[in-house]
């Protein structure tokens, strides 16, 4: 398949993740109705996903891609490559060049999030260049914030729902400008920054 400006919401929770309801059937049957061309299932420091869905294109044509969400004490990051034998509890400074040396692609989820913010070192030292500035769960503050943040260290501007329920899949994605076929092209495009927050949001129910 090839399709060019790729509609993402790299930010998606499953009932594998204890805080959410959103059923992995649930996504998989609604993703395409609401415009989404891919995607990405990141829980909360687990890939067990993988063991009840298929990763890859699906057969209504949607691209399923599993990545996860690292919590860090220095801010949660979204993760994709090969990043399932990494140990659990390291802090960010270790994380995040440790993905890099795999061959994979971080984003640092929500980092203004009033509760729990990033530590702002990670960004000062460069080690990470992918921000999440648009998040369907964040005020309009807190997403403000971040916005400044990446601004102001030349990053890599991201969005993503956050979803945890149905009705929030889909709220804030992310524009791609090459073809992402597999995760090894998301996380091309993501490092290559060839991407944008989407103008297109739906407004929270």
Known sequence: MYTVHMLIDLHVHSTCSPCSVLKPS??????????????????????????????????????????MEYTTDQGDYLLFGDVRS?????????????????????IAAHPCRTWRPADPVIFDRGLCAIAEVENGRNSA?????????ASGHDMTFVAGSDAHALEELGRC?????????????????????????????????
């Open 173 to 205: 994605p992310t524009r791609f400008t090459v073809p992402v076929n597999s995760k090894a092209d998301l996380i091309d495009a993501l490092n290559r920054g060839l991407c944008r927050p989407s103008a297109r949001h739906r407004s929270a129910a």
């Open 141 to 149: 503050a807190e997403n403000r914030h971040a916005l400044e943040l």
């Open 26 to 67: 649930e996504i998989l049957a609604n993703a395409r109705s609401l415009g989404l061309d891919a995607v990405c299932i990141t829980d909360h420091d687990t890939m067990s996903i993988l063991t009840q869905c298929r990763e890859g294109f699906q057969p209504d044509g949607l691209l399923l891609i599993v990545g």
């Open 86 to 106: 990494l140990p659990h509890g390291l802090s960010a400074e270790i994380l995040l060049p440790e993905v890099r040396a795999l061959g994979g692609a971080a």
